[in-house]
């Protein structure tokens, strides 16, 4: 599949990653949130 990955750092510093798949152009329910150290 062809699925790109957005990153987005948030204010309380977590990151979170949404998967976006470029041929169908929607967006993948699960939502990674990384926690920052």
Not at 3 to 28: C, M, P, Y
Request: aromatic fraction near 10%; glycine fraction near 6%; charge should be positive.
């Amino acid at each position: 599949g062809h699925w790109a990955a957005l990153w987005f750092e948030q204010d309380n510093g977590t990151i979170s990653v949404v998967w976006v798949n470029v041929v169908k152009r929607r967006i993948q329910d699960n939502v990674l949130t990384i926690p920052r150290k």
